[in-house]
């Protein structure tokens, strides 16, 4: 089974593309398009000959599927067909099989993810939501906070002449205003519309700061580990902003799990991801972070909403936290998605690189 030899056009597809043959009754890959390989997350030299079923795995027929594209001599569509590499969820694919007249049996398969699309266009409902919310943060903040200085100080100057069970009750007025303020104070950091003030960042830099205080406060239960790329560039970030919303996620990750458990925070590098930006602008995202815990999962019922303001699926949860992860990575023109299930819930930010000029100022 001899590959073809590999052209512009084969390397300019869009679309991961790989061509299988068979060799001793098996299917194997004969070649892969650059698009291919970093859907696969591998290189071209390590799926060349390897059985295609070692490779990736598609909850579909596809043997059957190559075998009466072979007979027919005719094109073979799948729609919406869950493909699974490694240890990463899976991606629902239309899958397209089309013979290569010119190159005996080999068969020409392309992958197109439809999750991708799915999720950007979800991606754009939560940035409006996020923007739809600021102005109401803004205005309860600001109407509620006063009032609640003048009825905790109230309290505080009746408890002075009082003793036993009233003492009590305005001691619980203290604390709860206390705490109604502290939620307001939230709601502003919502509503905070300071832009992002950009620079050439070292993700990793950043990702350990978040580490060491979740390691030391909210996350002391938990074990984490990191699975990081080292090669990364910098991404064109506001470090402060990009600190507080790995505390965010790495607390939610915490929250799920109070009796302990796993966080394993990964990054890697991979080009296939491009949004329109802000300002109209076609901007690449090749630098992702993730998140990972072993905990219960998201409820089925918000998971598609999760990012949304007040939407929260612990009980007394505010609902903000994810609502400001969302906010600030869409101010950086980037994307966060999530894929829950019980056992593994995955939050991933996906964030453009710095100019290659204040990039190779950057220290590693």
């Not at 505080?156 to 009750?169: F, I, N, P, T, Y």
């Not at 002391?220 to 991404?235: E, F, G, T």
């Amino acid at each position: 089974m001899t590959p073809p030899a590999t052209g512009t056009i084969w390397s300019a597809l869009p679309v991961p593309a790989l061509m299988i043959g068979q060799k001793n009754g098996v299917e194997c890959i004969a070649d892969c398009n650059p698009a291919a390989e970093q859907f696969l997350s591998l290189s071209r030299r390590s799926v060349l000959d390897c059985p295609l079923a070692r490779i990736v795995q598609i909850d579909a027929p596809i043997e059957t599927a190559l075998q009466r594209c072979r007979e027919n001599r005719a094109p073979v569509f799948i729609n919406d067909a869950p493909v699974t590499q490694g240890e990463r969820p899976s991606v629902h694919c239309a899958i397209q099989l089309a013979l290569l007249g010119d190159q005996g049996d080999l068969v020409l398969m392309l992958m197109t993810p439809r999750e991708i699309a799915g999720k950007l266009g979800k991606a754009d409902g939560i940035r409006h939501a996020a923007r739809s919310a600021i102005g109401m943060s803004q205005m309860l903040a600001h109407e509620i906070k006063n009032p609640l200085a003048g009825i905790t100080g109230a309290a505080q100057l009746l408890s002075m002449g009082l003793s036993g069970e009233d003492r009590a009750l305005t001691d619980l007025i203290v604390a709860e205003s206390q705490r109604v303020v502290k939620l307001l104070d939230q709601v502003e950091q919502f509503g905070n519309q300071r832009p992002p003030e950009c620079r050439a960042v070292n993700i990793h830099d950043v990702l350990e700061r978040a580490r060491r205080s979740a390691e030391v406060g909210f996350a002391a239960h938990m074990q984490i580990r990191d699975a990081y790329d080292p090669s990364l560039p910098s991404v064109w970030a506001d470090a402060d902003q990009l600190l507080q919303v790995f505390l965010n996620l790495l607390k939610n990750a915490a929250q799920a799990q109070l009796m302990g458990g796993r966080i394993r925070i990964k990054t890697f590098f991979e080009q296939s991801l491009r949004l329109r930006g802000a300002g109209g602008q076609d901007v690449a995202l090749p630098i992702h972070v993730e998140i990972i815990d072993d905990g219960p999962g998201l409820p089925a019922d918000i998971v598609d909403e999760v990012f949304d303001p007040f939407v929260s699926g612990r009980e007394n949860g505010t609902g903000l936290g994810l609502a400001l992860v969302s906010k600030i990575i869409a101010a950086h023109d980037g994307w966060v998605s999530v894929d829950s299930k019980p056992g593994r819930t995955v939050f991933r930010i996906s964030l453009p690189r710095a100019p290659k000029m204040t990039d190779n100022k950057e220290s590693r």
